[in-house]
């Protein structure tokens, strides 16, 4: 069965959009992209470049959800835009695909999912590791007690993350440093695999700025309710990016580690973990696509049979809601 074609607005057209994607949407070979915005013409102009095809540009996005009729929306832009820029897009009917961290707060997460489920449509964030394979059969193996009841959750990402500038370092724009951008993708990690919730109270940091207004490297201390403890660093003046991300439990340990962006080892108790070929490796956006048309499907099956199993077929982010309760209280212990 030929897939159903959507049609697609892009908000934001920095490097990450055009980068990641623009690539990933033609990939699907079914999305047909019909409006973008930035704020930045040349930006937009490079987005249309790499499209190959000309699309209605807007300088300000709520001048193309007013003008646009989209079935999708795809969101990259500065992390404190996310809530404002998802909401509208869910009030508008449109599925959305947005950039890590979902929202800043804890109240603007669970408000977005809500709506999300409420309106029936699928809400997914862009975390990539939780579509590689490794990731997905580690959730797995916890879930199912492989290493027993957990313990603790240790972790660390680094990366030269300075040279990345722009809105990333302006703390009204990014809420905060490489702790809040790529240090969301460790705890993202953390909490998504192992279904963990952090005890606010517990969480302290420490924080390194260097000089700039945001931080550069983080340690955050923490206990879990069930009374596992952990600690998670995002390091952002290293060199290449390196990072791990090692969950113990009473029964064993599981370790995966990654540079370059890439997974270069799994082992479970010291041995590598051979992973089952059922498991699939995927990507956001195809994950999102698919749950899109699966949502699409189910609707049309309640009109002929009466009942409905939207959202059966996909997952709500409930784990942004524990990233960003985390990302909040380590930045309140600072302050």
Same mark, same amino acid.
């Given at each position: 069965?030929?897939?159903?074609?959507?049609?697609?607005? +892009?908000?934001?057209?920095?490097?990450?959009?055009?980068?990641? *994607?623009?690539?990933?949407?033609?990939?699907?070979?079914?999305?047909?992209?019909?409006? +973008?915005?930035?704020?930045?013409?040349?930006?937009?102009?490079?987005?249309?470049?790499?499209?190959?095809?000309?699309? /209605?540009?807007?300088?300000?996005?709520?001048?193309?959800?007013?003008?646009?009729?989209?079935?999708?929306?795809?969101?990259?832009?500065?992390?404190?835009?996310?809530?404002?820029?998802?909401?509208?897009?869910?009030?508008?009917?449109? *599925?959305?695909?947005?950039?890590?961290?979902?929202?800043?707060?804890?109240?603007?997460?669970?408000?977005?999912?809500?709506?999300?489920?409420?309106?029936?449509?699928?809400?997914?964030?862009?975390?990539?590791? *939780?579509?590689?394979?490794?990731?997905?059969?580690?959730?797995?193996? !916890?879930?199912?007690?492989? !290493?027993?009841?957990?313990?603790?959750?240790?972790?660390?990402?680094?990366?030269?993350?300075?040279?990345?500038?722009?809105?990333?370092?302006?703390?009204?724009?990014?809420?905060?440093?490489?702790?809040?951008?790529?240090?969301?993708?460790?705890?993202?990690?953390?909490?998504? !695999?192992?279904?963990?919730?952090?005890?606010?109270?517990?969480?302290?940091?420490? /924080?390194?700025?260097?000089?700039?207004?945001?931080?550069?490297?983080?340690?955050?201390?923490?206990?879990?309710?069930?009374?596992?403890?952990?600690?998670?660093?995002?390091?952002?003046?290293?060199?290449? *990016?390196?990072?791990?991300?090692?969950?113990?439990?009473?029964?064993?340990?599981?370790?995966?580690?990654?540079?370059?962006?890439?997974?270069?080892? /799994?082992?479970?108790?010291?041995?590598?973990?051979?992973?089952?070929?059922? !498991?699939?490796?995927?990507?956001?956006?195809?994950?999102?696509?698919?749950?899109?048309?699966?949502?699409?499907?189910?609707?049309?099956?309640?009109?002929?049979?009466?009942?409905?199993?939207?959202?059966?077929?996909?997952?709500?982010?409930?784990?942004?809601?524990?990233?960003?309760?985390?990302?909040?209280?380590?930045?309140?212990?600072?302050?």
């Amino acid at each position: 069965m030929a897939k159903k074609r959507l049609k697609a607005i +892009l908000i934001g057209t920095g490097g990450n959009m055009r980068g990641a *994607h623009i690539p990933r949407i033609q990939q699907d070979r079914s999305v047909d992209v019909v409006g +973008l915005a930035d704020p930045i013409e040349e930006a937009a102009q490079k987005a249309v470049d790499r499209l190959g095809s000309q699309v /209605m540009y807007f300088d300000n996005w709520r001048d193309m959800l007013a003008q646009v009729e989209s079935d999708v929306a795809l969101i990259s832009t500065p992390h404190s835009d996310h809530n404002a820029q998802a909401k509208a897009c869910l009030e508008s009917g449109m *599925h959305v695909l947005i950039e890590k961290p979902m929202v800043l707060t804890t109240a603007h997460a669970n408000g977005l999912i809500a709506l999300a489920k409420k309106k029936k449509l699928c809400l997914h964030v862009a975390y990539q590791r *939780h579509w590689m394979r490794e990731y997905v059969f580690a959730r797995e193996l !916890i879930s199912t007690g492989k !290493i027993g009841k957990i313990q603790s959750v240790v972790g660390y990402v680094v990366q030269n993350w300075l040279d990345l500038g722009g809105w990333r370092l302006d703390a009204k724009k990014s809420g905060g440093g490489m702790f809040m951008d790529t240090g969301s993708h460790l705890v993202a990690s953390a909490l998504w !695999i192992t279904g963990l919730q952090p005890v606010p109270k517990s969480i302290s940091a420490t /924080m390194d700025k260097q000089k700039r207004d945001v931080d550069v490297n983080t340690v955050v201390q923490m206990q879990f309710k069930g009374g596992a403890v952990g600690t998670l660093s995002a390091i952002g003046s290293g060199g290449e *990016h390196d990072e791990q991300l090692v969950v113990v439990g009473d029964k064993g340990t599981l370790c995966i580690r990654l540079h370059g962006w890439r997974v270069v080892e /799994m082992t479970l108790n010291g041995s590598t973990v051979s992973i089952p070929t059922r !498991i699939k490796a995927s990507n956001p956006d195809a994950g999102f696509f698919a749950a899109v048309r699966t949502a699409g499907q189910a609707k049309a099956a309640k009109g002929r049979a009466g009942r409905s199993k939207a959202g059966s077929a996909f997952e709500y982010p409930t784990y942004a809601v524990e990233v960003a309760r985390l990302s909040t209280a380590a930045y309140r212990s600072i302050a």
